[in-house]
C-alpha cells in the first residue's frame, strides 16, 4: 500500500509539481496517473522512492514513513521502470536484470536461478542474456527494463511511461503482457502516462492531474467515465468518452432482450406473433439446438409454410459475453437490423443488444 | 652516407638505456598525474563549483614553458630526475583532469537515475556504473597525455636528463645524423606503440562497445 498524505511538492523556482496531493493505492492494484504535461505525475511517482523530496506531507509506503527509511534501502524494495529503459550499457542483459539481487548480497546461484526465470517471464530468449543492451531492439530493451525492476521480487513497481518508447503495435503487445504478468504477480503499482487510452487500459484506478500538480480525479475507469468530477476532467476523457464507456463494460453486465426467436419448423404465424410482441418486422431463426442460422424478414413468409420455407439471411457476426457493448455497437451498425445478437461459445443463442440496452447503460 | 650503421651496432647499449629512461620518464608523470587528476575529478563532480578553478589552475600549468619550469625547479631538485619528472606530471594535469570529469559527467541521466533507483549508494554507483562507462573518455585522455609526454621528454635533455632527446642533442652538437634518426624513429615509434597499447587497454575494459558478435 502507498499512501499519499497531503503531500506537496514546490521547486526552488516556485513551481508546484504536487499541491496538497492525498490519495492511496491499494495493494495489488495498478493505479495510473495521468495528466497534461507540467501536471507533475513524474514528481510524484519519484517521490515514493525518494528521486525526489517532498517540501510537505508524507509518503507512507508499505507501512512506514518513507522519509525514515534510508533511501538506498527503500528503493532496493521498489521497482523503477522507466520510458528510455536506463538499461547500463556496460553490463550484459544477466548481470543488467541481477542488480537488485546483487545489491542486496542474493548468492550467485540464486541469482543466476532467478535471472533465468525473470528472461522467461517477461518473454525473451534465453540467448538474450549475454548480450549487452546495445544489441537489442527496443522493445526486447523495454523487457529487460521489466525484468530488472522485478528481479528482488518488491512488493511495489513505480513505472513511467514504461511503453512509451516503442512503436504503437509492441507498445500494446508489452502493455497486453504486461496486464497478464500483473494478474499473477499482484505488484502495488504507480504507473505514469499522457496517454488516456493507456490509462484506461492499464489502471484499476486512475489519477487525474491537472497542472500545478492538482489530483482532479480519483476514481475506477468506468467511474471516472460515467461520473466525470468536472470539466477538465471531460475534456481529458476526450470525444468519445461514451464509445469509452461502453469498451469497459462486458456484455455479461447487462441484460439482453429476449428477442423475437422462432425455430425454422415453426409455422410462420408463429414467427408473425413473436415479431409483433417485440416490435420488430423480422424473426431470428434457430435449429433445435438453439443455434442461430439466420433471420428472416416477416413480410417474405407465406403464411402457410413453416419460417424454414422462408428466405432465412444469415448473420455477419455475433458477440458473447465477454466481450464489451462496445464490440456489441460494432456489430449493431454492421447488422441490417440494427442489433447485435448474443450467443454463448457454442454459438447458442442468449438475447439481443439494441440500442436501447446501450443508452440505458449510458443513462 | 647519411646513416652509419656501425655507429648504431657500437651505441647499441647506450639507445637501450635512452629508450629505457625515455619509457621511464613518460610512465612516471602520467601514473602520478593520473593518481592527482582522478582525485580532482571526483572532488570537481561532487562539488561542482571546483571544477572551474581547478581546471584553470591546471591550464596555467600547461601553459608554462618547459625551459621555464626547469629553471623555477633547479635550485630545489638540482639536475636530478625529479626536476624532470615534476613539469612532465604537472602538464599531464588539464588533459586527465578534463577527460576523466567529462567522461563522468558523459553518462547518460537515465542510467545514473536508473542506478540510484535501483538502490545504489553514491560510492558504489560511482565505480560499478559511472566510471566503467567513462573509460572510453578517460582512456582518450591517456592516450593524448602520453603521446605529448612522449614528445616533452625529449626536452629534458637540456637538464641531463631526457631519454632519447640525448641522441638528438649528440646528433645535433656533433652535426652527425644517424643517432638523431635513430632517436626520431625510437621516439615516433615508442609513442605510435604506447598509443595503440592503450587503445588496446580500452578495448580489453569495455566488451561492452565492441560490434555485435
Known amino acids: ?363 | 652516407m647519411i646513416f652509419d650503421w656501425a655507429w648504431v651496432a657500437d651505441n647499441l647499449g647506450d639507445i637501450w638505456a635512452a629508450l629505457a629512461e625515455h619509457i621511464v620518464l613518460t610512465v612516471i608523470p602520467i601514473g602520478l598525474g593520473f593518481l592527482m587528476a582522478f582525485p580532482m575529478a571526483l572532488a570537481s563532480i561532487r562539488w561542482p563549483g571546483l571544477y572551474s578553478p581547478l581546471l584553470g589552475v591546471a591550464g596555467i600549468l600547461f601553459s608554462i614553458p618547459t625551459l621555464a619550469l626547469f629553471v623555477v625547479m633547479i635550485p630545489f631538485t638540482g639536475l636530478s630526475k625529479a626536476t624532470a619528472i615534476v613539469p612532465l606530471t604537472l602538464y599531464t594535469l588539464l588533459i586527465l583532469l578534463r577527460n576523466t570529469v567529462e567522461g563522468l559527467k558523459g553518462v547518460p541521466v537515465h542510467v545514473r537515475e536508473a542506478a540510484e533507483a535501483m538502490g545504489y549508494t553514491r560510492t558504489r554507483q560511482l565505480f560499478r556504473i559511472e566510471l566503467p562507462l567513462a573509460v572510453p573518455v578517460i582512456v582518450a585522455g591517456l592516450r593524448i597525455a602520453t603521446v605529448n609526454t612522449i614528445a616533452y621528454v625529449a626536452i629534458t635533455a637540456l637538464i641531463g636528463q631526457g631519454g632519447l632527446g640525448n641522441l638528438f642533442m649528440d646528433g645535433f652538437l656533433r652535426q652527425f645524423p644517424t643517432p638523431l634518426i635513430v632517436g626520431l624513429v625510437l621516439s615516433v615509434t615508442l609513442a605510435v606503440t604506447a598509443d595503440l597499447g592503450l587503445l588496446g587497454v580500452q578495448r580489453v575494459l569495455t566488451p561492452w562497445q565492441r560490434d555485435p558478435g
Request: negative net charge.
Open chain 1, 1 to 363: 500500500m502507498i499512501i499519499f498524505e497531503s503531500v506537496t511538492k514546490r521547486f526552488a523556482d516556485g513551481t508546484v509539481a504536487a499541491d496538497d496531493l492525498s490519495f492511496e493505492v491499494p495493494d495489488g492494484e495498478l493505479v495510473v496517473l495521468v495528466g497534461p504535461s507540467g501536471c507533475g505525475k513524474t514528481t510524484a511517482l519519484r517521490m515514493v522512492n525518494r528521486m525526489i523530496e517532498p517540501t510537505d506531507g508524507r509518503i507512507n509506503v508499505n507501512g512506514q514513513d518513507a522519509a525514515s527509511v534510508p533511501a538506498p534501502t527503500l528503493r532496493r524494495d521498489i521497482g523503477y521502470v522507466i520510458q528510455q529503459v536506463g538499461l547500463f550499457p556496460h553490463l550484459t542483459i544477466a548481470d543488467n536484470v541481477a542488480t537488485v539481487p546483487s545489491l542486496i548480497g542474493w548468492d550467485k546461484e540464486r541469482t543466476n536461478e532467478r535471472v533465468e526465470e525473470l528472461i522467461d517471464t517477461v518473454g525473451l530468449s534465453q540467448e538474450v542474456a549475454g548480450r549487452y543492451p546495445r544489441q537489442l531492439s527496443g522493445g526486447q530493451q523495454q523487457r529487460v527494463g521489466v525484468a530488472r525492476a522485478l528481479a528482488a521480487d518488491p512488493p511495489i513497481m513505480l513505472m513511467d511511461e514504461p511503453f512509451g518508447a516503442v512503436d504503437p503495435i509492441v507498445r500494446a503487445l508489452l502493455q497486453d503482457e504486461f496486464l497478464r504478468l500483473q494478474r499473477e504477480l499482484k505488484k502495488t503499482i504507480i504507473f505514469v502516462t499522457h496517454d488516456i487510452d493507456e490509462a484506461m487500459k492499464m489502471g484499476d484506478r486512475i489519477a487525474i492531474l491537472n497542472v500545478g500538480g492538482v489530483l482532479e480525479q480519483y476514481a475506477t475507469p468506468t467511474d471516472l467515465l460515467a461520473e466525470p468530477a468536472n470539466d477538465f476532467v471531460v475534456d481529458f476523457l476526450g470525444a468519445e468518452r461514451n464509445l469509452k464507456r461502453l469498451a469497459l463494460i462486458p456484455v455479461s453486465a447487462v441484460e439482453p432482450e429476449p428477442g423475437p426467436l422462432v425455430s425454422a419448423d415453426d409455422p410462420a404465424s408463429r414467427a408473425r406473433e413473436a415479431a409483433r410482441e417485440a416490435g420488430t418486422d423480422w424473426a431470428l431463426v434457430s435449429d433445435a439446438d438453439k443455434r442461430v442460422e439466420g433471420w428472416v424478414s416477416i413480410d417474405s413468409l407465406d403464411e402457410q409454410e413453416t419460417v424454414g420455407n422462408g428466405e432465412i439471411q444469415p448473420f455477419g457476426h455475433f458477440v458473447t459475453h465477454d466481450e464489451s457493448l462496445r464490440a456489441a455497437l460494432d456489430v449493431m451498425v454492421e447488422s441490417p437490423l440494427n442489433v447485435a445478437v448474443g450467443v454463448d461459445e457454442d454459438g447458442r443463442y442468449e438475447g439481443v443488444v439494441t440500442h436501447n440496452t446501450l443508452t440505458g447503460e449510458l443513462d
